[in-house]
């Protein structure tokens, strides 16, 4: 008994070892920057990562593409985990969700497919419009991801083999509210946000889920229409309609406290229980609403289709909020102005157009360099226009005074901007190409050719990008994924 006691603690301190070296492992791989788990590597939704790229202004000549083909169109982003097990042996993996809900995992040194999980349902919706632009997320701790589906599910799926431990429905209406923004995962819970289809087609309203992340349990639901009201929402239920939440980097976390910032798009608003178009704090577990803000011309908006929360919401630092819209401009908001469950109207710190005046469909990129802090938008792409532009700003905030001066623009129109590594790129879905730029001059050093799609971003990372072609709005069940690759990545 004595040696088996011996034995019994010799295996329980040899397992706690195993541990705490998997969790070292894991927390390595995060902190070196050596995964791309989230939409624009970055929780608080600023689209800027400082992480070590291996791609810089001298070596972009030497990238080579290589185009994958996939089971459906990716009218989102990717992410990407280092050195994970994938059927037995380690692998560099890209992970994307295509339009009709397939999420894929591609070798990202080969292009190979190595496995694709399908929704049970996809046949009752494949080629219909009922789509998700959505972008999955990884755990932290790089065993599985969080992927939605048209019929308004998010799933877990094993990083391993793509197989499937949960699914759980955030929305009663999944053929009027769709799963439109990028999932987010904090503190072991899945933050979820609906939106409508094209074209404003009610009955649907914006709702905040959130989901436990290891068991799928829906544990609390905010509704940005009849907030008085937890838990999902029947639309019929509700006189008020629409206030999607849509905006391409999804819910924006304030990782120091793990408050929710959202925007909403077009609605009702009365200022105590719809709260269309309008910029919205809640509290970690999306209980309460800590703080709102509306511009004054809210029903001037609501009228003409200028959603407010066309982007999402980015943390300038300070307690500012910048909010852009699709009136074609960007908003300073000072957070404690929003404080409180009463309406907070107008009293904006300064406003300023979008570069090209153009509804602003994509979000906002938020830089710190050197000590200053930039702010990059890109308007026209979304919906194939053929105008926008591409402008920068530096930010400053001093005696809670908080201003954007101009530094540089141009006639570029694209998506959503991403900072990686000390380089700005932006993807032109109208033309095809991306741009890459120095982000502090303006001058554009690449224009990587690829085709045309609508949302689509890249991500940047260990030697390589990717980024997907395509509109959900064809409603194909095929598509590209385009990797450029430094040599010997």
Same mark, same amino acid.
């Given at each position: ?275 269309? /178009?309008? $910029? ?5 577990? #999306?209980?309460?609403? &800590?703080?709102? +803000?509306? =511009?004054? !011309? ?112 141009? /006639?570029? $129109? ?5 900072? #990686?590594?000390?380089? &700005?790129?932006? +993807?032109? =879905?109208? !033309? ?58």
């Amino acid at each position: 008994m004595v040696n088996l006691k011996v034995k019994s603690k010799t295996l329980v301190s040899a397992l706690a070892l195993c541990a705490l070296a998997m969790m070292a492992t894991v927390a390595a791989a995060q902190s070196s920057g050596q995964d791309w788990p989230v939409f624009g590597n970055s929780i608080a939704g600023d689209s800027a990562s400082a992480a070590p790229t291996g791609i810089n202004a001298g070596n972009l000549k030497s990238l080579t593409r290589r185009q994958v083909q996939l089971d459906g169109t990716v009218d989102a982003a990717a992410i990407y985990l280092h050195g994970v097990n994938v059927k037995g042996s380690s692998h560099d993996v890209f992970f994307v969700t295509t339009t009709y809900g397939k999420t894929i995992a591609v070798d990202a040194k080969d292009g190979k497919v190595l496995w694709e999980y399908t929704p049970a349902q996809y046949a009752s919706w494949e080629g219909t419009r009922q789509i998700t632009n959505s972008t999955p997320v990884a755990d932290p701790d790089r065993e599985y991801l969080y992927a939605a589906s048209p019929d308004g599910k998010v799933q877990k799926l094993a990083v391993a083999d793509g197989h499937l431990l949960w699914s759980t429905a955030v929305t009663l209406a999944p053929a009027t509210e769709k799963l439109d923004s990028p999932l987010k995962v904090f503190r072991g819970h899945v933050i979820v946000t609906t939106a409508g289809y094209i074209g404003d087609r009610p009955p649907y309203q914006g709702h905040v889920a959130i989901l436990d992340a290891a068991s799928g349990k829906l544990l609390h639901v905010w509704n940005s229409l009849c907030s008085n009201q937890a838990g999902l929402l029947q639309p019929s239920s509700c006189d008020g309609q629409r206030s999607a939440i849509w905006g391409r980097s999804g819910p924006a976390i304030d990782t120091s406290t793990g408050d929710i910032f959202v925007a909403t798009g077009n609605g009702t608003y009365d200022g105590k229980t719809n709260w269309g /178009d309008a $910029l919205i704090e809640l509290n970690p577990d #999306a209980t309460a609403m &800590l703080g709102n +803000y509306s =511009p004054e !011309n809210n029903a001037e908006l609501d009228h003409r289709d200028l959603d407010l929360g066309s982007t999402s919401p980015v943390l300038m630092g300070g307690g500012i909020v910048a909010q852009g819209g699709k009136d074609g401009l960007i908003r300073l908001v000072r957070i404690k102005d929003m404080a409180g469950t009463a309406a907070h109207t107008g009293h904006e710190l300064q406003t300023v157009p979008t570069p090209g005046s153009q509804q602003l469909l994509t979000s906002l990129a938020r830089w710190t360099h050197d000590g200053k802090t930039w702010l990059f938008s890109a308007d026209g792409g979304g919906f194939r226009s053929s105008a926008g532009g591409t402008s920068a700003w530096t930010y400053a905030a001093v005696d809670g005074k908080a201003k954007l001066t101009p530094a540089w623009n141009n /006639d570029n $129109l694209g998506t959503t901007p991403l900072v #990686a590594d000390g380089l &700005l790129y932006i +993807y032109d =879905p109208h !033309n095809g190409g991306l741009r890459v730029y120095n982000p502090a001059t303006g001058v554009q050093l690449a224009d990587l050719p690829c085709g045309a799609g609508h949302w689509n971003s890249p991500i940047v990372i260990a030697g390589r990008i990717a980024l997907p072609e395509g509109s959900a709005n064809e409603h194909a069940t095929s598509g590209v994924l385009d990797i450029w690759s430094l040599p010997g990545h």
